[in-house]
């Protein structure tokens, strides 16, 4: 993201992605304007939200006409950095991370994964997804060269803090975190934990004691 999104809340920050997928479909079925109310609708956030995200970055609509679908769009994409591929590597190629392989991300947006680490030798050689595989012990060799900061964490939780102490020395700078460990990093480098055991427990909590859905 430019230096513009970073001063505002992380809440926003988060749903940024969310609008400019929708404003994608929006653009690709040719509609040239959209109501808060219909974003809304859409992206199951409340309206007053979405004005609240959409004030931190100025003036971007009209009241009474709603926003400009192909504005929008062009501002977002400027946002989060569309127009710039991010690299990504992904470590640990187990049932998980064949499936992050085979889906990728560059269909979707501007993020692509370069390629990838493993310790078995079945794997090590060999593609999946057009994805290079690499050994774990080639880790700094190849992230270095390639210049990528970006990884996804898909390894057994044991090894999970040693390889990413590995992955600070390489200068990565942001880890999504598939595995439960809670890892230890300098301040200079970003972690996003996604427990997908915890996520679906909260939800089955949810269910139970909150069965009318509320966005928060």
Request: glycine share 6%; aromatic share 10%.
């Amino acid at each position: 993201m430019s230096n513009e999104t970073m001063k505002i809340p992380q809440a926003t920050a988060k749903r940024l992605p969310l609008y400019y997928r929708f404003l994608m479909n929006l653009h690709s079925s040719g509609k040239q304007r959209v109501s808060s109310a219909e974003l809304s609708d859409a992206v199951k956030v409340d309206s007053a939200t979405i004005r609240r995200d959409f004030s931190y970055f100025g003036a971007l609509g009209k009241k009474g006409y709603g926003y400009n679908v192909n504005y929008l769009l062009t501002f977002f994409r400027k946002t989060l950095d569309q127009d710039e591929l991010t690299k990504v590597a992904l470590i640990g190629v187990g049932n998980l991370g064949t499936a992050f392989l085979n889906y990728n991300f560059l269909k979707n947006n501007n993020t692509k994964i370069e390629m990838a680490f493993d310790v078995d030798a079945e794997k090590v050689g060999t593609t999946i997804g057009d994805v290079q595989i690499y050994h774990m012990d080639d880790i700094e060799k190849y992230m270095v060269e390639e210049k990528v900061h970006v990884v996804i964490l898909t390894v057994p939780s044991p090894v999970a803090q040693p390889i990413t102490d590995r992955l600070i020395k390489a200068d990565v700078k942001g880890i999504l975190n598939f595995t439960p460990a809670r890892l230890h990093v300098p301040a200079s480098v970003r972690v996003h934990h996604i427990d997908l055991a915890i996520e679906l427990q909260s939800l089955v909590y949810f269910l139970k004691h909150y069965p009318v859905y509320e966005e928060s």
